[in-house]
């Protein structure tokens, strides 16, 4: 039974017994995410963790076509940031560069792309709707995949899939992502947030302290911190920062927003 239901800029929240369940509200942009979705996703994380009758967490995407588009590329051409004013150090959708140490599950219902699988993969368990796709198109537009997914991807499936994924920008079907072990279940369309919160529920009847303690260790997390993806957070941001520069990384979004194909100089 839903206890309670918030609604905000960005994302809704609601109770279901021990389970939040956390929606990124954009279904007119499908669900891509900017500095609105990041703060409301950020804050409604802070909420589920200091709430001690919290015990899981189920992030999803508001329809049944999109869990999440990844970043606003027209946001990103106008120049603006994508992160929670004054929390840049939360990540994208205030959520990929945090460590959570009670359970999250992502239920995917629809195409998660670029960002969207970044979030999909910052999440402990993932449960997928039939229709869902999961894919890193960034190099499709001169971009990087900086929110942990040029490095969560590799870690998580075979390497040489990881990097055709990566180097092709193609996206693959539910069915090859739980073949792989990229995701927990696949669920009837429509169905994915039920069945994450099923899921979830199955969770919370244990003791909280000691999943939570099990998280911890199996991530190696110290203080809040996965100290294991440290180097790999600072490689992102070098190579984002000189990509950033480049003709290319500006004529990607540019040709999105313009609805073109993007001409690449390499420079």
């Known amino acids: 039974m839903t206890e309670t239901t918030t609604t905000q800029a960005g994302a809704l929240v609601r109770r279901e017994g021990n389970v939040m369940v956390i929606t990124i509200n954009r279904p007119d942009a499908r669900n891509a995410v900017n500095s609105v979705v990041s703060e409301a996703v950020g804050e409604a994380l802070n909420e589920a963790t200091r709430?001690?009758?919290?015990?899981?967490?189920?992030?999803?995407?508001?329809?049944?076509?999109?869990?999440?588009?990844?970043?606003?590329?027209?946001?990103?051409?106008?120049?603006?940031?994508?992160?929670?004013?004054?929390?840049?150090?939360?990540?994208?959708?205030?959520?990929?560069?945090?460590?959570?140490?009670?359970?999250?599950?992502?239920?995917?219902?629809?195409?998660?792309?670029?960002?969207?699988?970044?979030?999909?993969?910052?999440?402990?368990?993932?449960?997928?709707?039939?229709?869902?796709?999961?894919?890193?198109?960034?190099?499709?537009r001169g971009l990087l995949a900086g929110a942990g997914g040029a490095f969560r991807l590799a870690a998580q499936i075979p390497r040489r899939l990881a990097m055709e994924m990566l180097f092709t920008g193609d996206p693959i079907t539910a069915a090859r992502a739980l073949e792989l072990g990229l995701i927990n279940q696949i669920a009837p369309e429509g169905g994915s947030v039920d069945a994450a919160i099923e899921l979830a529920q199955r969770i919370a009847v244990n003791a909280p302290l000691s999943v939570q303690a099990s998280k911890r260790i199996a991530f190696g997390a110290v203080d809040g911190v996965r100290t294991d993806e440290d180097a790999q957070w600072a490689l992102t941001a070098a190579e984002w920062a000189e990509l950033r520069k480049s003709e290319d990384a500006k004529e990607g979004p540019r040709a999105f927003a313009e609805k073109r194909e993007p001409k690449w100089q390499a420079r």
């Open 51 to 140: 709430d001690p009758d919290v015990r899981a967490i189920v992030i999803t995407g508001a329809g049944d076509k999109s869990f999440c588009a990844g970043a606003d590329l027209k946001a990103i051409s106008r120049g603006e940031s994508l992160y929670a004013p004054g929390h840049e150090d939360w990540g994208f959708a205030g959520f990929v560069n945090r460590f959570i140490d009670k359970p999250t599950i992502a239920a995917v219902n629809g195409t998660a792309l670029g960002g969207g699988t970044e979030l999909a993969l910052a999440a402990d368990l993932i449960v997928a709707s039939e229709n869902a796709t999961f894919g890193l198109p960034e190099v499709k």
